[in-house]
Nanobody, 124 residues
């Protein structure tokens, strides 16, 4: 079975940085799309960034220029580098994988087949 395990969350002051990791197990196919989502208390889950099977990244307007998504295929790990963090970035962050090399709406949660358990990010 495919498993996604996030790590790297924590508490940070506004303006600080964190790097989230998502370890992928259960397969070694590197051509699938992967994304990062977040859910704040009382809000719906929203797409933050996604990367297609060819390495093209797309970002939500709210994080563009501050966050960077990347994937290390040799380590089978997805990353999200978050800089210039703001209190409104506080949420549980989830990684997700879609069994496709490209998606019509990579920031839409319905496109994804597998999800991690989430990691908390708190910005104060």
């Amino acid at each position: 079975d495919v498993q996604l395990v996030e790590s790297g969350g924590g508490s940070v002051q506004a303006g600080g940085s964190l790097r989230l990791s998502c370890a992928i197990s259960g397969h070694t196919d590197s051509n699938y799309c992967m994304g990062w989502f977040r859910q704040a208390p009382g809000k719906e889950r929203e797409g933050v960034a996604w990367i297609d099977g060819y390495g093209t990244a797309t970002y939500a307007d709210s994080v563009r220029g501050r966050f960077t998504i990347s994937k290390d295929n040799a380590r089978n790990t997805l990353y999200l580098q978050m800089n210039s963090l703001k209190p409104e970035d506080t949420a549980i962050y989830y990684c997700a994988e879609a069994l496709a090399s490209t998606l019509d709406d990579g920031l839409g949660s319905r496109e994804y087949n597998y999800w991690g358990q989430g990691t908390q990010v708190t910005v104060s």
